[in-house]
């Protein structure tokens, strides 16, 4: 209806194909490389520098043989509803008793099948920094080829 009104003829606000820019494009090689090794990264940076874009990137990467990518994009919560949400992702069914485990498991599941993880966690900024400390020990006791990717805004440094 929009475009029939306007005279226009693409939908307004819709992205289907979106490029990278160069700087993106080095961040997303970088985190490939640090995938390899069981990595942390963060992404940070003012709302509108395209760290959507990126993400929305990442997650084409699991439509990809070699990939598995599990988003959790409401970071509000606490670290067993996050954990929750990436069992979701991960299309894992059990109960929270058993969710670190069950997590892990997954992991090197997805290892063994030679498969690359990558967990992107949107709006980092907004989380405890307990939570950050809880997933950071859980992702220690994960196969070293994956990469935990923080996408935040600068207060995450701090």
Same mark, same amino acid.
């Given at each position: 209806?929009?475009?029939?009104?306007?005279?226009?003829?693409?939908?307004?606000?819709?992205?289907?194909? =979106?490029? /990278? /820019?160069?700087?993106?494009?080095e961040?997303?090689?970088h985190l490939k490389i640090h995938s390899q090794h069981g990595g942390f990264s963060a992404i940070v940076g003012e709302p509108g520098v395209?760290?959507?874009? /990126?993400?929305?990137?990442l997650e084409i =990467?699991?439509?990809?043989?070699?990939?598995?990518v599990a988003s959790v994009s409401r970071t509000m919560?606490?670290?067993?509803?996050?954990?929750?949400?990436l069992a979701i992702s991960l299309k894992l069914d059990?109960?929270?008793?058993?969710?670190?485990?069950?997590?892990i498991e997954a992991?090197?599941?997805?290892?063994?099948?030679?498969?690359? /993880?990558?967990?992107?966690?949107d709006e980092a900024h907004l989380l405890d920094m307990t939570?950050?400390?809880k997933l950071r020990l859980l992702f220690d006791k994960f196969p070293k080829k994956y990469n935990l990717v923080l996408f935040g805004q600068i207060e995450l440094m701090h």
């Open positions: 209806m929009i475009k029939s009104t306007f005279g226009l003829k693409d939908t307004p606000f819709y992205r289907d194909n =979106f490029e /990278l /820019l160069p700087q993106q494009k961040a997303l090689n395209g760290k959507s874009v /990126l993400r929305e990137h =990467f699991g439509e990809e043989r070699e990939n598995v919560h606490t670290y067993w509803n996050m954990l929750n949400q059990v109960k929270t008793a058993k969710l670190e485990q069950a997590l992991a090197y599941k997805h290892v063994k099948n030679n498969k690359t /993880l990558f967990v992107l966690i939570t950050l400390r």
